[in-house]
């Protein structure tokens, strides 16, 4: 078969004058025709088809990219490859920009947690309606723990300061903060009998509880004027009250609800004082047959108990216990710490019984 500018058999080079072959990696193309320039630039493959964009093999430019959600109208990058876009100054992911619908890669760094150490709210379809405000906390908890707050200047000082606490539950999750409210004057001259009023307050800052104290007496010679303690929740609307009952020994108390009618008993021990133990008042029936919870005063450690008066306090009731008692045993604990635990000038003054 005749091939055209094919070289002489018996010689590999081409005849003199002819043009060299157009063949690349076993691939032949004919040669251009007579009378026009031969096509360079393209490695020695045929130029492009007219109106046919360019496929850059040998050094060719390559396609532009297109853009996110690409449309036929949108317009192509202005350089070959898209440029990562600048970081914007603030990235609360750790240099990583948060994306809605993409998983977080890096967690925040630097960021409070004080929303995790409150304890959350249950879902709005499974809370009491009945439930005061507020107390919402108190329906999925059988437990608190009550820290009262370490006063500085009332420990090597021995000026009594107002107290302040915090409530948490068994997780160490804060459910309320509780402080205090009497003036100066009341607070050094009558000491641990002091007429005060508490605050209790939650996450948001908003007063969910609020108990009375007036001033009376605590010795079993003052039959007629035993202390007593009335909660209301929210604030002005009784929820019920702490009456002490006379007796010699042991303290006792009435758990008592709105109507004034006895829910609950409390009975302590005749010995207030223990040394690396807790102290327990047991929380009875009405009847006070059957022990349902107790108000235990918890050992803090030496220093602490030596030097301060910063108390650790446990309650624990039925979970299924209506919430509004429950916040009645929180206020008769801030009760029991003031009529047994709470110092006068750093001075130990618990004796056997109720004298």
Same mark, same amino acid.
Request: charged share 15%; net charge negative; glycine share 10%.
């Given at each position: 078969?005749?091939?055209?500018?094919?070289?002489?058999?018996?010689?590999?080079? /081409?005849? &003199?004058?002819? *043009?060299? =072959?157009?063949?690349?990696?076993?691939?032949?193309?004919? @040669?251009? #025709?007579?009378? %026009? +320039?031969?096509?360079?630039?393209?490695?020695?493959?045929?130029?492009?088809?007219?109106?046919?964009?360019?496929?850059?093999?040998?050094?060719? /430019?390559? &396609?532009?990219? *297109?853009? =996110?959600?690409?449309?036929?109208?949108?317009?192509?990058? @202005?350089? #070959?490859?898209? %440029? +990562?876009?600048?970081?914007?100054?603030?990235?609360?992911?750790?240099?990583?920009?948060?994306?809605?619908?993409?998983?977080?890669?890096?967690? /925040?760094?630097?960021?409070?947690?004080?929303?995790?150490?409150?304890?959350?709210?249950?879902?709005?379809?499974?809370?009491?309606?009945?439930?005061?405000?507020?107390?919402?906390?108190?329906?999925?908890?059988?437990?608190?723990?009550?820290?009262?707050?370490?006063?500085?200047?009332?420990?090597?000082?021995?000026?009594?300061?107002?107290?302040?606490?915090?409530?948490?539950?068994?997780?160490?999750?804060?459910?309320?903060?509780?402080?205090?409210?009497?003036?100066?004057?009341?607070?050094?001259?009558?000491?641990?009998?002091?007429?005060?009023?508490?605050?209790?307050?939650?996450?948001?800052?908003?007063?969910?509880?609020?108990?009375?104290?007036?001033?009376?007496?605590?010795?079993?010679?003052?039959?007629?004027?035993?202390?007593?303690?009335?909660?209301?929740?929210?604030?002005?609307?009784?929820?019920?009250?702490?009456?002490?009952?006379?007796?010699?020994?042991?303290?006792?108390?009435?758990?008592?609800?709105?109507?004034?009618?006895?829910?609950?008993?409390?009975?302590?021990?005749?010995?207030?004082?223990?040394?690396?133990?807790?102290?327990?008042?047991?929380?009875?029936?009405?009847?006070?047959?059957?022990?349902?919870?107790?108000?235990?005063?918890?050992?803090?450690?030496?220093?602490?108990?030596?030097?301060?008066?910063?108390?650790?306090?446990?309650?624990?009731?039925?979970?299924?216990?209506?919430?509004?008692?429950?916040?009645?045993?929180?206020?008769?604990?801030?009760?029991?710490?003031?009529?047994?635990?709470?110092?006068?000038?750093?001075?130990?003054?618990?004796?056997?019984?109720?004298?």
């Amino acid at each position: 078969m005749y091939a055209p500018n094919a070289p002489s058999k018996g010689d590999n080079l /081409p005849a &003199p004058g002819a *043009p060299p =072959p157009y063949s690349e990696q076993g691939v032949s193309y004919p @040669p251009p #025709p007579l009378g %026009q +320039p031969q096509q360079t630039g393209y490695g020695g493959y045929p130029p492009p088809v007219t109106g046919q964009p360019e496929i850059g093999f040998a050094g060719g /430019p390559y &396609p532009p990219y *297109p853009q =996110p959600n690409f449309q036929p109208s949108a317009q192509p990058y @202005p350089q #070959p490859y898209p %440029q +990562p876009s600048e970081p914007p100054v603030h990235q609360p992911y750790g240099g990583y920009a948060n994306v809605p619908g993409q998983p977080i890669v890096a967690q /925040p760094i630097g960021q409070p947690n004080s929303a995790l150490e409150w304890m959350p709210l249950q879902p709005q379809h499974q809370q009491n309606r009945s439930c005061p405000p507020g107390l919402e906390y108190l329906t999925a908890v059988d437990q608190l723990l009550v820290h009262q707050k370490v006063e500085l200047l009332e420990a090597f000082v021995g000026f009594e300061t107002s107290n302040k606490y915090t409530v948490k539950n068994s997780m160490g999750q804060k459910v309320f903060y509780a402080a205090e409210i009497s003036d100066c004057c009341t607070r050094q001259l009558c000491g641990p009998n002091r007429a005060f009023d508490m605050k209790i307050v939650d996450n948001h800052g908003q007063e969910v509880i609020h108990l009375n104290r007036p001033l009376a007496c605590t010795s079993c010679f003052f039959p007629c004027c035993l202390q007593n303690m009335e909660v209301t929740a929210p604030p002005g609307t009784p929820i019920g009250s702490i009456q002490q009952e006379w007796s010699i020994l042991s303290p006792k108390f009435s758990i008592k609800d709105a109507s004034g009618e006895t829910v609950l008993t409390i009975e302590g021990p005749i010995c207030t004082f223990s040394l690396c133990g807790d102290v327990e008042f047991n929380v009875y029936s009405r009847n006070g047959d059957t022990k349902v919870g107790k108000i235990s005063k918890q050992w803090s450690g030496l220093v602490r108990e030596a030097f301060t008066d910063a108390d650790m306090f446990g309650i624990n009731f039925p979970l299924d216990l209506d919430v509004r008692i429950k916040a009645v045993l929180l206020g008769a604990c801030f009760l029991i710490d003031f009529m047994f635990f709470e110092k006068a000038g750093n001075d130990e003054r618990d004796l056997p019984g109720m004298l």
